[in-house]
């Protein structure tokens, strides 16, 4: 779980954001936090699992994208094409979603 502190988000202070791959830990983590008084002062991004593995360096690049992919191809003998071309929407909107958080 990654944390950044300061990250202003609709007009409230944010101290920390959480970074999560799968809905499920991202729904836990806003219970428990909620449960501390803490959801306030948290935002909670949650992304797809296929993300939770492999470099994510350079995302906001086609490059970047690239080396993933080839990465992946490498080690993951099941990885399809098609896989691909649905994984390469959703590198796009991550890497914008996280820039945005740490632009503003």
Avoid: C
Avoid at 6 to 20: D, F, K, P, T, W
């Amino acid at each position: 779980m990654a944390e950044a502190h300061g990250a202003s988000i609709e007009g409230m202070e944010q101290e920390y954001v959480h970074i999560l791959f799968g809905m499920s830990d991202a729904g836990s983590l806003k219970v428990a936090l909620s449960a501390l008084g803490k959801r306030e002062t948290s935002q909670v991004l949650a992304f797809n699992e296929l993300f939770s593995i492999g470099p994510l360096s350079g995302l906001d690049t086609i490059t970047g994208m690239q080396n993933r992919h080839l990465w992946i191809m490498e080690r993951d003998e099941n990885y399809s094409l098609s896989q691909h071309h649905n994984q390469e929407n959703q590198l796009v909107h991550m890497a914008q979603t996280v820039k945005a958080r740490w632009m503003r």
